[in-house]
């Protein structure tokens, strides 16, 4: 079965021109072009991952987001016009798991569709410990993708989960940046890209107090102790 | 504080001293002279006093009271022996008497008191006690070094006052220049000049209107920017996704560079418009002046307006005076105008007519072109003007066509307004001034 992407451009030539390339890519997607058509489609369930773009009219980008992220963990990519960090940042804050800048090529597109899909759906995981990750207070799930925090289940969006899985299998070892970032999204870091250090400062939000067992090595990445 | 309080206040301060100074050295002459008068008049007292004098040591006690019972209008002079008595038999004022001896054994012989030794040895106090209502100039209040004291820190406090009043003003409003130029295009001195009415005040709100005046310049040519950065996006995100359908399958080839082809003519569309705009904006419009008819220049588009139209469904009819000259930039009247009435073609429903109607009245051209379409919502008939703004049911376009029109009927010292027009439909309108010594006609 193909992954369903759900597609929001308010670009009408454009959002068809990328389905069909999208479509012989061996995706499924549908184009909507505004951001209350987004949310209503992202949150039917019917998606395994959403593309938003910033500019909509009627809701743009960003509100869209917050309100899928109101209820729903789909995996979310926001396209953003290049050289905009404040879109970029507000995205990443607001749950988006990872963003394209526009214009981008279809390839590049389609390439971290890929990326994320696989690094998100169970069923293409294929784990080579079956038994859950366990580091101090924190227990993790990679088949089940699931996480708890003193027995207390963690609300993290598909990346947040990458990234913490990623930490928690180098417990006790210091993880740089670019590690993170191939392994949890699937893409080589970017120069001035700060969505990891976005990303990991909304896991230690979600993580409350076992949060001080992530250490920020500055300049070089993250280190999860052991203990 | 800076050079220019100390210059004030050193210079006014220097000012204030030097007045000082001089009055001063004035008065203390003045004063000279005056002290000096005194000596003569006090031939009263004191000639009576010298003279009792003179009389008592030389001829007796018996020769100054005959002379003393004949002096007319004396100042009354005191004689008394040593034991308390007056030689004329009067009666001594207590007070007077121990002031006498005091002066007396203080100073010997004085103005108002003395001891005079008579010819047969005995020994007598004259003095004149002080008559009522004449004093002795008072005593003053302070030493002289204490007023020149005084005098030096009114002056310095008066004039570092005056210096910060003057300065502190031309401070802030340094502090707003330096502001300004660092980018801060925000900065207000009114705020610090608060009710002030001076020239310095009204210096201040002229920079604040200056200051207003940059910002919403630089914002507006900020917005122009983002905007048109975020239209050059559109056609390039398209050129990637043909590209890349190209690339994907090649049978898709040919459509595929009709595409680019088309999206490549849109970004040249785009950025000529935009230098349009630009041009229109910093005032460098292109193009020689020279005497343009108008009417002749509406029916040529008027013309190829039809032409597309009618193609369309719609109809475009023209009520025009014969001749209006106008002083000009032909390409750019012509741009205006064509903008304009595209637009109303654009916005038209099938089946209507857009009417253009052009005539002269008094020193103005009048064009009006009223389409029968949608319309404009309340409130959006300034906003539709602006670069890159278009309405809710605007097809295509960059929204740059009318802002073009504006631009180029403002550099002609005209104007343009839109508003709905009666019975539906957006009636646009716009005014120029006719060519001065040509004739229009009707």
């Known amino acids: ?227 | 504080m800076g050079r220019l309080f100390w210059k004030i206040f050193l210079a006014f301060w220097l000012a204030l001293v030097a007045a000082a100074v001089s009055t001063g050295t004035i008065v203390w002459l003045q004063h000279g002279a005056a002290d000096a008068a005194p000596k003569d008049f006090a031939a009263g007292p004191r000639g009576g006093m010298d003279m009792a004098a003179a009389m008592l040591r030389d001829d007796g006690v018996e020769a100054l009271r005959g002379w003393m019972q004949h002096r007319r209008h004396p100042a009354p002079i005191y004689v008394v022996d040593e034991a308390g008595r007056d030689v004329l038999g009067r009666a001594v004022p207590a007070a007077a008497l121990a002031r006498a001896r005091e002066i007396v054994r203080r100073r010997g012989e004085g103005f108002r008191a003395r001891s005079v030794v008579g010819p047969g040895g005995e020994r007598y106090l004259l003095f004149a006690p002080q008559p009522p209502g004449m004093r002795l100039p008072p005593r003053p209040l302070l030493e002289p070094w204490q007023l020149i004291a005084i005098g030096l820190v009114t002056s310095l406090v008066f004039s570092a006052t005056l210096a910060w009043y003057l300065a502190r003003p031309i401070r802030s409003l340094r502090s707003a220049f330096d502001g300004v130029a660092a980018g801060r295009l925000e900065t207000r001195v009114s705020p610090k000049i608060g009710s002030r009415r001076d020239e310095i005040a009204d210096l201040g709100r002229d920079f604040d209107r200056m200051a207003g005046q940059l910002q919403s310049l630089i914002d507006a040519q900020r917005r122009l920017l983002h905007d048109v950065s975020h239209e050059l996006r559109s056609p390039l995100a398209r050129l990637h996704a043909a590209i890349g359908l190209a690339r994907q399958d090649p049978r898709k080839l040919e459509p595929s560079f009709e595409r680019i082809e088309r999206e490549a003519a849109r970004l040249d569309e785009l950025v000529g418009e935009v230098l349009t705009l630009a041009r229109l904006e910093g005032g460098t419009a292109p193009g020689p002046q020279e005497t343009v008819d108008l009417a002749d220049l509406v029916a040529n588009i008027a013309a190829d307006a039809r032409f597309e139209a009618e193609a369309a469904g719609r109809k475009v009819s023209l009520k025009s005076a014969e001749q209006v000259p106008v002083r000009g930039r032909a390409e750019l009247l012509h741009r205006a105008v064509e903008n304009v009435v595209r637009n109303a073609v654009k916005h038209s429903f099938p089946g209507t007519t857009v009417e253009i109607r052009l005539a002269a009245a008094g020193e103005r051209a009048l064009l009006s072109v009223t389409d029968r379409g949608p319309g404009i919502a309340p409130g959006e008939a300034e906003r539709i003007f602006e670069p890159f703004y278009r309405g809710a049911a605007a097809p295509g376009g960059f929204g740059l066509g009318l802002a073009i029109a504006q631009g180029a009927i403002a550099a002609h010292g005209g104007s343009i307004s839109a508003a709905n027009a009666e019975g539906g439909g957006l009636c646009v309108q716009i005014e120029l001034p006719l060519a001065k010594g040509a004739q229009a006609r009707a």
């Open chain 1, 1 to 227: 079965m193909s992954a369903q992407v759900l597609l929001a451009d308010d670009d009408v030539e454009l959002g068809a021109m990328l389905k069909e390339y999208l479509e012989r890519e061996g995706f499924g997607v549908t184009v909507v072009h505004d951001g209350e058509a987004a949310a209503r489609a992202a949150l039917s369930g019917s998606h395994q991952i959403v593309v938003l773009d910033v500019m909509m009219p009627k809701l743009d980008g960003v509100e869209a987001l917050r309100r899928i992220r109101e209820s729903s963990r789909v995996p979310v990519i926001m396209l953003t016009a290049r050289g905009d960090d404040v879109d970029r940042i507000v995205g990443l804050e607001l749950g988006a798991d990872d963003y394209v800048p526009k214009p981008c090529t279809p390839r590049e597109l389609a390439a971290r569709l890929r990326a994320i899909l696989r690094r998100t759906q169970p069923a293409s995981h294929p784990t080579s410990s079956a038994g859950p990750l366990e580091v101090g207070a924190l227990v993790l799930w990679p088949e089940k993708r699931k996480a708890q925090s003193r027995g207390h289940e963690l609300e993290l969006t598909s990346i947040e989960f990458n990234i913490l899985e990623v930490l928690m299998r180098n417990a006790g070892r210091l993880v740089s940046k670019s590690e993170i970032s191939e392994q949890a999204l699937g893409r080589p870091l970017a120069r001035f890209d700060r969505s990891i250090d976005v990303h990991m400062s909304s896991i230690r939000q979600k993580l409350g107090d076992a949060a001080k067992l992530i250490r920020t090595v500055r300049g070089l990445g993250y280190h999860l102790a052991k203990e």
